[in-house]
């Protein structure tokens, strides 16, 4: 199931990008057109502190240039981001080689088609081809849930431009290009971030589409955030660091004034933390109000995560894609976390309710003897029994009806029925499946035969729309 970039849509309609989530933390190119002479090399760090540990972690991504190429640009810096749409629109991440055409990534990036805007691409290609990426405790490993220690890599691995002026043999596979094995396997993992692509084309300033990746990133997990003026500047949006505190700012609010302009962010504020030391907060504008009919989850489960600080956005992709008891143990847990002013809520209480939610932590044993759970735990002790492959699943009443439906199904036709479940689910359901899907316990299992059940209710109904669509024309007729 292919995703489609219809850049045809009607002015304000959402039309759906993709951002890989470490590109958009840190850049990798200059937000200038070209590089100062000489200068090769650029680096960007930023210390966090990791909030399953404590301890602080110095992050820094170092990227170089080749010689004949150079660094990356602002121009280069769409075209990296033009690639992963294509790979979305062309195979739905799921093959590292990626078939396009010159003409076609043009008019995606919403470039005039003349004769520069050719060989400008083709000349992006050869630089990514040459830039290589150093990330020290900066590469967020998806599939093991670490940063790695070392990380050296590329953006894409090979590229082949085909000249249109001569004759295709039979067996030229075309223009193409081949991402790096890291940045696939990034991509395979749904790290990924979903972005609003007319959004994205609209802003003019390199600095404006800079700051809308890192901070659509970052409303992710909260929609308000504080930074340090001169990191974010620097290490964030990639500002000259020969700015002073004056430029800085000057630089920044055109930038931000464009975000506020298409309903991104809120007005933002500089405050004075002492002699020197300037700090920024960033509020996501709220989204518009969903009508109820829109929302595929009941409103009490949504508005019990929005009341505690996450976005309405976010609340509605977990209570679509995360089973309503799993949503209710964690949220349970949390408040009897945040009572116990317990540092796991301390620095970013509504980021770890996501995450927990998300990744099915296991609660405390604390808690459950606390709070006398013990039917939950003899439950989990069932399921942990062993039991055949067919069956090795939560047993709820509800997914009776299933079972014996796909125990009555080929061990082909179950393979091609959840696959189909998994394409048509929402990300972040998918991301969960990928997820659970290596431990194969019963998060997983009640989460698979969720998806089918879901993905056959709709089904049932589609045919029975085009069935009662047919019987109304076979009426008027």
Known sequence: MKRQLDLASKAGEFVEAWDENNLGEFPVALLADTAPTGVKTIEFEDSIKDWRTGQLIHRKVTVTGSDKFGLPTAIDDEVLFGLIQ???????????????????LIKLLGWKNRSWAYERLEESLCRWKGVSLYYTSGW????????????????????????????????????????????????????????????????????????????????????????????????KIGLSRNYDTGQLKARLRPALQELQTVGVIESPRFSK???????????EKPAPAIASSQIGTPNAMVSELVQRGIHSAMAQELATAVAEDVIREKLSWFDWLVKRNDKRVARNAPGFLVAAIR??????????????????????????????????????????????????????????LESAAVAAAPRL?????????????????????????????????????????RAASEKAA
């Open 140 to 235: 967020w490993d998806n599939t093991r849930r670490v940063f790695s220690d070392r990380e050296a890599l590329g953006v894409i691995d090979y590229f082949r431009v085909r000249d249109g002026r001569r004759k295709i043999a039979d067996d030229d596979e075309g223009t193409h290009f081949v991402w790096n094995q890291a940045f696939f396997q990034s991509f395979q993992s749904g790290y990924l971030n979903r972005l609003d692509f007319t959004i994205y084309r609209s802003l003019k300033r390199p600095a404006a589409k800079r700051a809308y990746r890192f901070l659509k990133k970052r409303f992710y997990h909260r929609p308000v955030w504080s930074f340090d003026l001169k990191s974010f500047a620097f290490e």
């Open 359 to 416: 990744e099915d932590y296991a609660v405390a044993k604390q808690f459950r003897k606390q709070t006398g759970d013990r039917e939950h735990s003899a439950k989990i002790e069932h399921l942990q029994k062993p039991v055949n492959s067919v069956d090795r699943i939560v047993p709820d009443l509800e997914f009776t009806r299933l079972r014996d439906h796909l125990a009555a199904l080929s061990s082909e036709e179950r393979t091609e």
């Open 86 to 104: 294509c790979t979305a629109q062309q195979n739905n991440f799921t093959s590292p080689k990626v078939h396009f055409t010159k003409h076609q």
């Open 273 to 283: 933390q002492g002699p020197g030391a300037w700090s920024i907060e960033i509020c």
């Open 429 to 469: 359901a998918q991301q969960r499946y990928r997820h659970l899907q290596s431990p194969c316990g019963p998060a997983f299992e009640s989460l698979r035969l969720g998806l089918i059940d879901k993905y056959l209710r709709q089904q049932e109904t589609s045919t029975q729309q085009t069935a009662n669509q």
